[in-house]
């Protein structure tokens, strides 16, 4: 589970403050949103992202990752996450080929409250891992307002890969924390620390919204330790049933 970094790093927000009737998006950071895409609402969240080991004996890329989302009732959503991996080793005399790997998720957000106090919501995800045991993913996804500007998000959960002939079952558990500001009306940053199974890293990044229903954004990561890092740039588009967007 140590590419967990990647594939978090794509994914986004419930910690940062959101505008009324504007896109809020599970992307940049790893504090996945606590709140849902509207009632017939169709939304996609992409980016592409790069991402070397500390002693740059690892390198590699993510092109792309998108996440779409469908709101199919007021409390419930449905989800459809892939990516594409690039990853090349390199040692001192030996150059290995680069190596492709490929995830697909299957899931749903289901509401818990969504108050102007703060918001819950049950995250779960099946997990396709061609090549690899295929596993699951469950979270708690809490979010607060902290006066005008800044806010506070969190997430709880686990990931496991199921069991096979050849190896038991593995499972880690998966926690967030990150926190917002309002830089304008268009324009937010957050911080953030996660992590798994007791690893800590972190990430940081801005996100822009040129329109209520568009977003652009750019995030950095790092992890504590092995001096893993990665840059992720991601756009994102909600379109509404009845409403002209461009």
């Known amino acids: 589970m140590k590419r967990c970094l990647l594939f978090w790093a794509l994914g986004f927000s419930g910690a940062l403050p959101a505008l009324s009737q504007t896109i809020e998006t599970d992307r940049p950071d790893q504090t996945e949103a606590a709140t849902l895409v509207p009632v ?78 703060s918001q819950m919501c049950l995250l779960a995800h099946y997990r396709l891992r061609p090549g690899a045991n295929d596993g699951g993913q469950v979270r708690v996804n809490w979010a607060k307002p902290l006066g005008s500007r800044f806010s506070i998000g969190t997430n709880v959960g686990m990931a496991w890969e199921w069991a096979t002939a050849d190896q038991a079952a593995v499972g880690e558990v998966e926690y967030t924390l990150a926190l917002g500001y309002n830089v304008s009306e268009t324009l937010y940053a957050y911080v953030e620390a996660y992590g798994a199974g007791g690893g800590l890293q972190g990430d940081a990044g801005l996100a822009w919204r040129p329109d209520p229903l568009s977003q652009f954004d750019v995030s950095v990561g790092w992890t504590d330790g092995s001096g893993q890092s990665y840059v992720a740039l991601g756009w994102s588009k909600l379109w509404m049933p009845g409403k002209y967007s461009r």
């Open 40 to 117: 017939g609402g169709i939304q996609l969240e992409a980016g592409v992202a790069g991402w070397t080991s500390g002693d740059a004996s690892t390198t590699g890329y993510t092109l792309p990752t998108a996440l779409l989302r469908y709101g199919l009732h007021e409390r419930f959503e449905l989800r459809l996450v892939g990516q594409r991996d690039q990853m090349q080793s390199n040692f001192i005399d030996l150059e290995e080929p680069w190596m492709t790997t490929s995830a697909w998720d299957v899931g749903a957000k289901v509401a818990g409250w969504n108050t102007d106090a």
